[in-house]
């Protein structure tokens, strides 16, 4: 009879290869089934999920106030749940029919989903002119201005 030595070094690779081995193949079954799970959820709630625009420029007219306006931002964060929109280093841009303009900058701004309700926030700087001319009438500095159309 044939006596086989096995090198206890040999012994333990084996093992630990073959244990690696299960765990890769339990990983790669159960893995597959979460990603399903992971992709529902986040279908599931993607109405719910923040949309970040850059460079935005919005211009409305309102044609019972007789106004015009333009926001421009470097950045508008949209909320859908809540219907409101985050804005970063907004300018708001007012002309109205009477020949005045005025020119809103702040650091940051939240407008509602309607875009009925405006709030700049943070060393607000109100500047208004008289077109066509473009001669300033008026300069204000505060901390937060909010308009409703």
Known sequence: MRRISVNSQALVTV?????????????????????KERLAFVGSNLKERE?????????????????????????????????????????????????????VTAQTGVINGNEESIELNGDVEIIERQLPENTETTRVKTSKFIVNY
């Open 51 to 103: 949309q970040v625009l850059e460079n935005v420029k919005i211009t409305r007219t309102v044609p019972d106030m007789q106004v015009n306006y333009r926001i421009e931002t470097i950045r508008l964060t949209q909320y859908p749940e809540q219907k409101t929109g985050e804005l970063v280093s907004p300018v708001l841009t007012e002309t109205r029919a009477d020949g005045t303009q005025l020119v």
């Open 15 to 35: 093992v630990l290869v073959s244990a690696l081995t299960a765990v890769c193949i339990f990983v790669l079954i159960g893995g597959a089934e979460s990603e």
